[in-house]
């Protein structure tokens, strides 16, 4: 068992029992890592040790320790959650994922459903982008991307409004409330990529028609949940080419929460992950570390969620931290409904410098009141 730092419990490296492992009369068939405090503190593990381990490695996380809220002991370990932590030990480089303590037969056939089609392809290697520093460009300025960009480096106070795209492909009553949102005076509309795991129209799409028949500009939210990176990549150069220039980069509901709970999600990066890629097509670089040539490069205004109401606030803070130094240029939040919560957020993450929007969802009824 390995600490988040990839550490053993005598804070002695991993290279300790590998040294070991290299004694024995014959060689192991795999190095574990097993139980821990949670499936996250073990892909933090996964990550610090895969590169210096040459055999084959199996991860078992165990559900990590129950938390506490409002005096109630709640396991936070969901099938959903060990799965999406499944996949990314594969993406990683794990040859095998399995379970621990608290770990049921519900978390593991959920995690062999998800892992079902990656296991027909040939493992692959966790992505490396290799870059020569003087291949970079400079990126463009955030303000001089967008009229939002512009907007935020001038610290105005942001109106958005989120259009959540229709299940058909009729897109009339969306451009109409677009106008009419435009006409109030809101800044942008932002629009969902499959929230809550559902199939609906394209947010490109849509985005599209909003800017040129609405006159509205949009910020679309891009889930990991979907798309491989190439496709993703591919969608981001679709949006240059069509004048959408501001992105929020989320991780994304996984598919069993939806209405389709028999798709796979995709998974190849997180937020996180899909950020950093964003940072580099902004400096002229692909997926694959080439360089676009001629001075090329994307100009999008990279946007990150955060949840001021989190469980667990300290992993919200680290991850947020770690997507605002991936190049993320603003923020915004997931509904809040306590201005305490939301002020004490703000004053904890002052220190980043980065523009934050808070959520605010005005309840349609009291039955939605009670959904969320």
């Known amino acids: 068992m390995l600490d988040s730092d990839g550490l053993l419990a005598d804070k002695s490296n ?53 938390k506490n809220v409002d005096n109630r002991f709640m396991p936070m370990t969901t099938p959903e959650y060990f799965t999406t932590y499944g996949i990314r030990y594969v993406n990683l480089g794990a040859r095998a994922v399995g379970g621990c303590c608290g770990i049921s037969p519900e978390h593991i056939a959920d995690l062999a459903r998800s892992l079902k089609p990656l296991a027909k392809t040939e493992h692959a290697p966790a992505l490396k982008i290799e870059i020569q520093q003087n291949e970079l460009l400079d990126p463009v300025p955030t303000e001089e991307k967008s009229p939002f960009g512009k907007k935020l480096k001038e610290g105005k106070w942001l109106k958005l409004i989120e259009m959540t795209p229709p299940r058909g492909f009729d897109l009339s009553d969306t451009i109409q409330k677009a106008v009419l949102c435009r006409e109030a005076g809101f800044d942008a509309v932002n629009i969902p990529d499959g929230p809550r795991a559902s199939s609906r129209v394209s947010q490109v799409v849509t985005a599209i028609e909003i800017q040129e028949k609405a006159g509205m500009e949009t910020i679309i939210h891009c889930c990991a949940r979907d798309r491989n990176l190439i496709s993703i990549q591919s969608m981001i150069l679709g949006c240059m080419a069509k004048n959408l220039k501001n992105i929020l980069f989320i991780t994304g509901d996984p598919p069993k929460l939806g209405d389709y709970p028999f798709s796979s999600g995709v998974f190849d990066v997180d937020s996180i992950g899909l950020i950093t890629l964003q940072s580099r097509l902004n400096r002229g670089v692909d997926v694959a570390g080439k360089s676009f040539g001629h001075g090329i490069r994307t100009a999008i205004v990279s946007g990150a969620g955060a949840d001021p109401n989190a469980i667990d606030p ?28 939301l002020l004490a957020f703000l004053k904890r993450i002052r220190h980043f410098g980065c523009p934050v929007i808070a959520g605010v969802w005005p309840f349609a009824s009291y039955r939605n009141a009670q959904f969320m």
């Open 314 to 341: 300290e992993r919200e803070y680290r991850r947020l931290g770690e997507k605002i130094e991936a190049g993320a240029e603003f923020i915004i939040t997931q509904p809040v409904f306590d201005p305490p919560t």
């Open 14 to 66: 991993v290279q300790v029992i590998l040294n070991k492992l290299a004694k024995l009369p014959c060689e192991p068939a795999a190095f574990g890592l097993n139980c821990g405090t949670g499936p996250d503190t073990t892909l933090s593990a996964l990550e610090k040790v895969i590169s210096s381990i040459q055999l084959p490695v199996i991860v078992q996380p165990g559900a990590g320790v129950p």
